[in-house]
Each structure stands twice: as structure tokens, then as C-alpha cells.
């Protein structure tokens, strides 16, 4: 597999590239009809007013679809949030069939993952579960139930830029750079620049192509854990460490859901890099856990009070520090770091 011109071509894994034509058949509009669509109890379905299925078939040619109009259209991939929000699109662009589907490893040791990659392929897939201890192929495994896995895309899972995207730390751990293309040029951007505020991302109409995991990040320890609200992820807190003849040489600690775009906590992640393993300490550890706690901004809700969320942030900090440096030869936190998640 190799990437060629805008598109990432590779092999049928499988799982894509898929039809849309299933979750069309539920919106399309009763043609000629004239009347509302309705459930199946009896309830007009918003998403009527979608008069339109486009289908790309090369990543430029959906850009040239959405840009063409006329009215609001969207990319749909998965459709798993698209469908259910039925936001009253004009047309939709099937951006299934244009070879972004599927993942491989450069040369450069960089794996590359394409934008409509499905989380299932993800999941299972041995590039991905051999990066980085396979922390982002098991958060994969973890979401949503199994039909929305084989469904849900990565790239639409970061386009809808939820504060709580459970593969979002995890990836900001892994330094993953997004690539974006519209008709004419491309660009890459560190994830950490994708998310600019609440559910938005700084596409515009351009499209996501893939998501870029870089080969200096393929050793790093990563672990992420989350405290579950009742719907949704409180808290989530993923660590990245690089450690080298007993030197941490990087150090990545991120957030989700604990501010209004997920995070990486600088502050925190300097007093770590460039100290030796053997000089940091549980306090250290306990230290470096309040600052990156300090550096979230939670919001104070029903679900949670935003104290509650910092208090966690905390205390999952400190257990995932413990658990990276104690496979580097850190201090033994005794069980606490290799406790599971949160209930
Ligand atoms: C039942 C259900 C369960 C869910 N569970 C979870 C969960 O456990 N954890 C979690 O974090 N989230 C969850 N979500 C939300 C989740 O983020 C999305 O459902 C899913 O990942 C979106 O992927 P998709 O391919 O279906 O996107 P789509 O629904 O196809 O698209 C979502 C949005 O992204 C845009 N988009 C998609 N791909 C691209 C692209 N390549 N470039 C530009 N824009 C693009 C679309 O235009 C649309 O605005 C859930 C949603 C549902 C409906």
C-alpha cells in the first residue's frame, strides 16, 4: 500500500471501502411523493430535506462536490452521527469510495491510517496493536458496541470533535498529525491544532484525508485511562513517555474531556522531560499529577462537579505516570498503577 496523489490506495482489509446506500435508503426523500418521511412510528424525520447522495470517488473530486452546492451539504462516512442528528443537509458527499480506507506502515517506520479507516480495522489491525503497546487499538475495541464500531470512522470521529473523543489523548500522546487536502493543496497539522473549539475542527469544506502516526512515537509507553459517566467519558487521561539509558526524552501528557477541546498539558509533561527515572519519586510523580489537573478546565454540570473531574484527572495521572515509569525502571507506586479504569 502506498499513498498516491491525494488518496491512501491499499488493500481490502476487508471492511471498505463500503457503501453508503444502506443508511441512505433510511434518509432519502420519498420521491415524488411530496410527503414527509416518517419512522417507523409515524414521526416526520427532519432529515427530509436531504435531497442528494453525491459519491466521490477521489478525495479532490468530494471537496469540488461539497464547494459546488447548491445549499448546505455535508461528507458523510460512517454516518453514525450524522444519521441519528439529521441536521437538514441539502445533499450529502459518500466519501467512502474515494481510498482513504485502510493503513500501513512508510518506510519511515509512519503509520498512516486513512480518514474512512473503520475503528473495527483499527481494533484488530497488527500495525496498530504493535504501535506504541497497542494502547490506541484497544481504545478502539473499547467504543461504542460493535455495529457502530464497524461503522464509525476515525476521521469522522475526529471531525465531530466531541470535548470527550476517546481516541483523541491517546492520539495526542502519539504526536498524530492530521492530513487535510482540498481541490488544489494539502497540508498536515499536529492534532493538537485540529480542535480550534467545541465541535468544531479548522477544516472548513476541506476534507480529512488520514491521520499520521510518526515513527519516533512507534517505542513510546502510552497508557489512557477514563472515569465513565453515565453516557460518556468523564474523564480521560492518556501518557506518553520515550525513555532512553534512563533519561526521559519525551513526555506527553493529554486530556479529554476536561476542557472544551482535548488537550495536551504542557506544563506538566516539562517537569518531566529531560530527568533521569531514577530521580523521580512518588511525590514527583504525585506533583506532576496536580499540575496537569491545574491545567484542565472542566465544566461543572449534572454529571459531575468540575472539583470531581480535576480530582480525577489527578489521581488518573498519577496512576498512568506510575505505570510508565515502572516499566522504565521508576518507583513502585505499589498495586495503584496497574489499577483498571474508573468505574
Ligand atoms: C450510537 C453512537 C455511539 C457513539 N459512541 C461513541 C463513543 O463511545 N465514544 C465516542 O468518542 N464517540 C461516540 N460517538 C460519537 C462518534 O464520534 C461518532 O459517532 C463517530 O466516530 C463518527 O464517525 P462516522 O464515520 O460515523 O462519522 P459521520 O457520522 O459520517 O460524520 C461525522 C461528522 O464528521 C464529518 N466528517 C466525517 N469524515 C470526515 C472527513 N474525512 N473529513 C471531513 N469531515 C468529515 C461529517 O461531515 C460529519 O459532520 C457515538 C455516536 C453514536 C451515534
Known sequence: MGVVGHGI?????GCGPRSFVTLWNKIRPQQGKGKPMRDSEGCEIKGQSI?????ATSPAEAVAMLRSGPGR??????????IPSREGYDFLVDINQVGLTGLDRTAQGDVIIGA???????????????????????????????????AATI???????????????????????????????????????????????????????????????????CHALEAKGEDAALVQVAVGLDVSEGVITTARIALGALAPVPLRCLL?????????????????IEDVAVIAAGESDPVDDHRASAGYRQDQ?????????????????????????DEGEVA
Open 155 to 221: 476521521g469522522g470521529h475526529l471531525c465531530r470533535a466531541l470535548p470527550p473523543a476517546d481516541l483523541a489523548p491517546v492520539l495526542l500522546t502519539l504526536d498524530a498529525l492530521c492530513f487535510i487536502v482540498d481541490e488544489e493543496s494539502q497540508e498536515s497539522l499536529l492534532l493538537a491544532d485540529f480542535f480550534p473549539a467545541p465541535e468544531r475542527t479548522i477544516l472548513g469544506d476541506r476534507l480529512l484525508a488520514g491521520v499520521v502516526l510518526p515513527g519516533e512515537a512507534a517505542s513510546r509507553r
Open 268 to 284: 506538566a509533561e516539562d517537569q518531566l522531560a529531560g530527568q533521569k527515572v531514577v530521580d523521580i519519586t512518588r511525590d514527583v
Open 116 to 150: 474512512t479507516t473503520p475503528l473495527s480495522l483499527i481494533r484488530h489491525h497488527d500495525v496498530i496493536r504493535g504501535f506504541a503497546g497497542g494502547e490506541l487499538a484497544r481504545l478502539a475495541g473499547q467504543w461504542g458496541q460493535g455495529p457502530e464500531r464497524s
Open 313 to 337: 484527572a489527578r489521581e488518573l495521572t498519577r496512576r498512568l505516570l506510575c505505570r510508565a515509569l515502572g516499566e522504565s525502571g521508576g518507583p513502585d507506586c505499589g498495586d495503584d498503577g
Open 51 to 55: 435531497k442528494e447522495l453525491r459519491v
Open 73 to 82: 451539504g455535508c461528507y458523510v462516512a460512517g454516518g453514525t452521527d450524522l
Open 9 to 13: 490506495v491499499g488493500p481490502d482489509f
